[in-house]
């Protein structure tokens, strides 16, 4: 039986996606699946699937339901103990399924663990080794920039990059999946910080190395859509998963992070996309969709809460 299942989410990334399944094919580990869910491609990625990797699950959608509708759809259909998502613009190395799998079976609190993600320029720099977020509402990948080498060891994170890591799956259906509103960006973070309300771990394992193109699917750093739906979908993390009183601690805090967020995307010349992300999120945090969605307060999780504050107050001073 299978241990893990890798759920590889696909829309028009057909260049990017053999170098990837090659990539999977030399695992060290082979015991686990290949799921990959198309988002209705016109790009012939189906068909080269269905041709060369007959033995992958194909699950195609019609149209683009977003990234998050893509994983849980993936998740929903696996029955192995393990989910690992992983972006179709990624080469893993050929331990990388093996070391993600380890990390988390030796781990009983871990809900996730990150990969040691790596540029494709030059495989000794880093795009990321797992996510922090901090007090000001920023959230950005540990290490970007930076050697790999400087992050050799393993450590805790405030959340993992969906774009290659490994979840519980029992656990990340019991949280409630990718919340699809979010369509894509920050769902991530969103759905390891309500991991992280209950008392769980989020884990950067260094050993499980992948290169990273970066923006496969939206083709650049800042587009309007990337920059619209980011803003949005902070203010609804922020709505969703802070009580009342993190929420008015944290005001003066998240009022400067966003004031300097949108001067800095307003030199980039997305300043008005900027701030009517913003205006949806709050919209939307507001409505009855929304409300539904709030993770409720709960007593027994006030040591989490104070314990996801002081993670908060300690990342601002981070830089990367």
């Known amino acids: 039986m299978n241990r893990v299942s890798v759920i590889i989410p696909n829309y028009n990334g057909k260049h990017f996606l053999k170098p990837c399944l090659e990539a999977l094919k030399n695992q060290s580990m082979t015991d686990f699946e290949i799921v990959v869910v198309d988002n209705g491609s016109s790009d012939g990625s189906v068909e080269m699937i269905k041709d060369s990797y007959p033995e992958i699950r194909l699950i195609a959608f019609e149209e683009n339901t977003g990234f998050c509708k893509a994983v849980n759809e993936g998740v929903g259909a696996s029955d192995c ?15 990388f399924v093996e070391e993600l799998y380890k990390a988390i079976d030796s781990k009983p609190k871990a809900f996730a663990c990150a990969s040691c993600m790596l540029t494709v320029s030059d495989n000794t720099i880093l795009d990321g080794a797992g996510d922090l977020y901090n007090a000001l509402g920023w959230a950005f990948a540990r290490g970007k920039g930076r050697k790999a080498s400087d992050f050799n060891r393993e450590q805790k994170v405030f959340s993992v990059c969906a774009g290659a890591a490994i979840y519980r799956r029992k656990l990340f259906v019991e949280l409630g999946m990718l919340d699809e509103n979010h369509f894509a960006y920050l769902e ?3 759905l390891c910080y ?5 008392g769980y771990e989020n884990w950067y394992i260094p050993s499980a190395k992948v290169v990273h193109v970066g923006s496969g699917t939206t083709g650049s750093a800042y587009n309007e859509f990337k920059v619209r739906l980011s803003s949005r979908n902070n203010v609804y993390i922020i709505y969703k998963n802070m009580p009342a009183f993190q929420r008015i601690l944290n005001a003066p805090f998240l009022a400067a992070g966003f004031a300097v967020k949108r001067l800095y995307f307003k030199r980039k010349g997305f300043g008005e996309i900027y701030a009517k992300g913003l205006k949806e999120g709050k919209k939307f945090a507001k409505s009855d969709e929304g409300r539904k969605r709030r993770q409720k307060f709960r007593l027994k999780y006030l040591k989490n809460y104070f314990s996801i504050q002081i993670e908060l107050w300690i990342n601002m001073f981070k830089r990367r």
């Open 81 to 95: 103990e393990y989910v690992l998502l992983l972006n179709n613009d990624t080469v893993p190395f050929e331990n």
């Open 194 to 198: 309500r991991a992280k309300i209950q």
């Open 188 to 190: 991530d973070l969103d």
